[in-house]
């Protein structure tokens, strides 16, 4: 489209001219407009949408050096939606994710929202649980309010978490339709619970996924983790940038990554804005968000230095 063939004319520095259905990339940088093309040509010959995210990323990804690497994921289908829409890996930071899942016991996914973190955990457990790889799945996390105080919520016990649990359930029914959720759901084949309630259990034969893991706290998290039982798989995803515990308590996730770095069979995927897969606007308010908060922390690095004395 051409707002897309604007961008890169834009971003590369070059003219790119439509000579009898022949694109013409002419200027300094041309090869690397080219390689671009060329891969947008890849992903239209596939029948998939080509949107400014997609053209960001490539961009991106030329700038790297990892545009060689953009694809090989393609394949890589993880399981259809009731939709008949493929679930796949879109950047190679979710391509990494998706190998991780496959091959650890434990995984941490951290990175900002929009990377896809817990909704490609979500569909690897309910493909491995249609593959029969485990008997159930259980979702679940911190009921933390994030900066808002909601009071005393109408209802059942199960009625008042549910609000904290909604993202959960809007990727469940998106994945495998609420008719099949709600079955397996009533055969405790799906479990989803707020952290609390996996407190005493030892979790067999389960696919484990605890979200917004950055709300924990590292008693919290230490409880979770031990939990998991034989023939069981975890993923844990969170944003340690948006921690909601009050005052100085401490985030279980930030913790336990570095607790856990070189331990075997654990593996983390950090995410960063280029995997973001949501509209452009996310990914440009993240770097914007990431930008203050380098400042902010050079200002305070710097105003510690300045008040050390000399010695």
Same mark, same amino acid.
């Given at each position: ?9 834009k971003e590369f520095g070059v003219n790119i ?5 022949? /694109? ?95 909704? /490609?955990?979500?569909?690897?457990? !309910? ?15 911190p009921a933390i309010e994030a900066g808002e ?22 990727? %469940? ?11 397996? %759901?009533?055969?405790?084949? !799906? ?11 030892? /979790? ?38 948006? !921690? ?15 607790? /856990? ?27 914007? +968000? ?7 922390? +050079?200002?305070?690095?710097?105003k510690i230095k300045l008040k050390t004395p000399?010695?």
């Open positions: 489209m051409d707002e897309n063939i604007i961008k890169i004319e001219v439509n000579r009898g259905g022949k /694109l013409a990339i002419v200027g300094e940088n041309a090869e690397n407009a080219q390689e671009v093309m060329r891969k947008l040509f890849n992903i239209a010959d596939k029948g998939e949408e080509i949107n400014e995210t997609t053209v960001n990323y490539l961009i991106d990804s030329m700038r790297d050096g990892t545009i060689s690497q953009v694809g090989r994921g393609d394949t890589d289908t993880v399981i259809m939606t009731l939709a008949g829409k493929a679930i796949k890996p879109k950047t190679m930071g979710q391509k990494k994710y998706i190998d991780m899942i496959k091959k650890e016991t434990i995984v941490f996914g951290v990175g900002p929202a929009g990377t896809g973190k817990t909704y /490609l955990a979500m569909a690897m457990a !309910i493909a491995a649980f249609k593959k029969n790889d485990v008997d159930r799945i259980i979702l679940t996390r105080k909601l009071g005393f919520l109408p209802g059942d016990l199960q009625q008042k978490v549910d609000p904290y649990l909604r993202p959960l359930y809007d990727a %469940l029914f998106e994945i495998m339709g609420a008719e099949s959720f709600h079955r397996n %759901l009533e055969k405790g084949a !799906i479990e989803v619970a707020p952290l609390a309630y996996m407190r005493g259990r030892t /979790l067999d034969n389960s696919f484990i996924v605890l979200d917004e893991a950055q709300n924990t706290t590292p008693e919290q998290m230490k409880m979770f983790l031990t939990r998991i039982g034989f023939g069981s798989k975890a993923v844990v995803t969170g944003d340690i940038t948006q !921690i909601d515990l009050p005052g100085s308590t401490k985030s279980g996730l930030k913790d336990v990554l570095a607790l /856990l770095e070189d331990v075997e069979g654990i593996g983390t995927t950090m995410f960063t804005n280029k995997d973001v897969v949501r509209h452009p606007l996310v990914q440009r308010i993240i770097k914007a +968000y990431e930008k203050r908060d380098a400042k902010d922390l +050079y200002k305070e690095k710097r000399k010695r």
